[in-house]
């Protein structure tokens, strides 16, 4: 099955900073990519996603990379703000799997802290 | 509007107790997933249901049991729970299982078992 690596499992830096997490997959049959962010006390939240028929794809201070070849995808925050502290998981899926098959298999999460 | 409502927010029952989680939405999503998240771990799937009938239980044990009475709600019922069930409970929804599968996450309930 699928296996997703996620790194690093905390990171700090400073307000107004840029961080990158980055995640590697297995199954080169995956080919959508979410990332979620999970903030103390509540449920993930979806923040952006990619699918393998592109290479980027930013949403303001939030951009996510694929690199197909490498089997790897980033989440790149730049300008960061205390409120983007959180845990922040990748995700990764073969969206041509049956019904029965499919699933989201998360990385074990990056503590994200920004410390003003 | 991409909101998944879960209650309780917070539940403590005993080890002989029957209890019912609860997750409803409203965005015409026809599939719908519970996972359990222990503390500083990702969300372990549990059930999925698609167009209201059970599509992938995760070997889960018979003393939780999930139920979706309509396309817009999803219970898990709990029986005779072991203090190890202890954790955040979260209900996920998508538009289904064949295509568009960016899943929607309540806020979850958290359970500890006692």
């Known amino acids: 099955g699928e296996n997703v690596e996620q790194h690093p499992s905390t990171l700090s830096v400073q307000e107004g900073d840029s961080a990158v997490i980055k995640c590697t997959y297995s199954d080169s049959a995956s080919n959508y990519f979410p990332w979620y962010k999970q903030e103390l006390g509540k449920g993930p939240q979806l923040i952006i996603d990619?699918?393998?028929?592109?290479g980027e794809k930013k949403d303001q201070r939030i951009a996510v990379t694929l690199n197909k070849t490498a089997k790897h995808f980033s989440l790149h925050i730049t300008e960061t703000q205390p409120e983007d502290s959180a845990v922040y998981f990748c995700?990764?899926?073969?969206?041509?799997?049956?019904?029965?098959?499919?699933?989201?298999?998360f990385g074990k999460g990056t503590l994200l802290t920004v410390n003003p | 509007d991409t909101e998944v409502t879960q209650t309780p927010k917070h539940l403590v029952m005993g080890m002989t107790n029957k209890k019912s989680l609860k997750c409803e939405q409203h965005?015409?999503?026809?599939?719908m997933y519970w996972y359990k998240q222990k503390a500083k771990k990702p969300p372990e799937l549990m059930f999925v249901?698609?167009?209201?009938?059970?599509?992938i239980n995760e070997s889960v044990p018979s003393r939780f049991s999930p139920e979706c009475p309509n396309s817009s709600l999803l219970n898990l019922h709990l029986h005779a729970l072991q203090p190890e069930d202890s954790a955040l409970y979260l209900c996920?929804?998508?538009?289904?299982?064949?295509?568009?599968?960016?899943?929607?996450f309540g806020p979850g309930t958290r359970l500890t078992v006692t």
């Open positions: 965005m015409g999503h026809r599939a």
């Open positions: 995700a990764a899926s073969n969206e041509n799997s049956g019904g029965s098959n499919y699933k989201l298999t």
């Open positions: 996920a929804s998508s538009q289904d299982l064949a295509g568009g599968r960016e899943q929607y």
């Open positions: 249901y698609s167009y209201e009938k059970l599509s």
């Open positions: 990619i699918r393998s028929n592109v």
